[in-house]
């Protein structure tokens, strides 16, 4: 089985400062890991995956997350905060070793509100 | 090029009717998604198809059926609605390859209110 676990429901950050939003996974074999920002009243939009290779992603709109392999943690983080960065951030995993298995397992969501 | 494009966007059902909502994406991709969005529990995955002509449950499929008319539409079927399933539904669609990207595409989604 895979699952994603984001400890935090609410993180809040100044603007300027650096964020971090964590998630951890449980997978039995090897991850796809990915990260989904939402704003409101819309769809998931994609950041940034893990694939295979880099364990630091760079993704969209200054955004990057680190695999870290040992704990089982991909946190997502910025150096410097926007408050147009304030939304709810998904982490999802795939378990790519589970032949067959197309499904991501997405966390409950971290809401990130940056304050002016 | 539209993406994953979601109808309707809003809708409000008495318990015990029926409606479809309708997906469709235009990016050639293999494989479609419905979730539901409910508030502390994240994304939950009701039913996918990893390619035309399958379909297979998700995490919460109890209540729903789904078609996948061809490889570009994917629609959601509520027979008999509950108030449970007041929700926020949305369409995804990911394409298997080559190359495979794994990556999820969303709709809009659609605020269903069952009363």
């Known amino acids: 089985a895979q699952s994603v676990a984001q400890p935090e429901d609410q993180v809040n950050v100044a603007e300027g400062n650096p964020l971090t939003v964590k998630c951890t996974y449980s997978v039995s074999g090897n991850p796809y890991l990915f990260w989904y920002v939402q704003y409101p009243n819309r769809g998931l939009q994609f950041l940034l995956k893990?694939?295979?290779?880099?364990?630091l992603v760079k993704g969209s709109y200054g955004f990057e997350a680190e695999f870290n392999k040992s704990q089982t943690s991909f946190h997502l983080k910025k150096p410097s905060a926007l408050v147009s960065d304030s939304a709810l951030y998904f982490c999802a995993v795939r378990d790519i070793s589970n032949f067959g298995n197309e499904k991501l397992t997405f966390g409950t969501g971290t809401r990130l509100t940056i304050i002016p | 090029n539209a993406g994953v494009t979601q109808t309707p966007k809003f809708q409000v059902l008495k318990t015990g009717q029926s409606m479809t909502l309708q997906c469709a994406q235009d990016m050639n991709h293999n494989s479609m998604y419905w979730y539901r969005q409910d508030p502390g529990m994240g994304l939950r995955l009701i039913y996918y198809?990893?390619?035309?002509?399958?379909?297979d449950k998700g995490e919460v499929p109890n209540g729903y059926n789904v078609s996948r008319l061809n490889k570009r539409e994917f629609s959601l079927r509520l027979e008999s609605a509950a108030p449970s399933q007041t929700s926020v539904y949305f369409c995804?669609?990911?394409?298997?390859?080559?190359?495979?990207?794994?990556?999820?595409?969303f709709g809009p989604g659609t605020r269903l209110t069952v009363l």
């Open positions: 893990y694939i295979t290779g880099d364990n």
């Open positions: 995804a669609s990911s394409a298997l390859g080559p190359p495979r990207t794994d990556t999820q595409y």
């Open positions: 198809s990893a390619s035309e002509g399958t379909t």
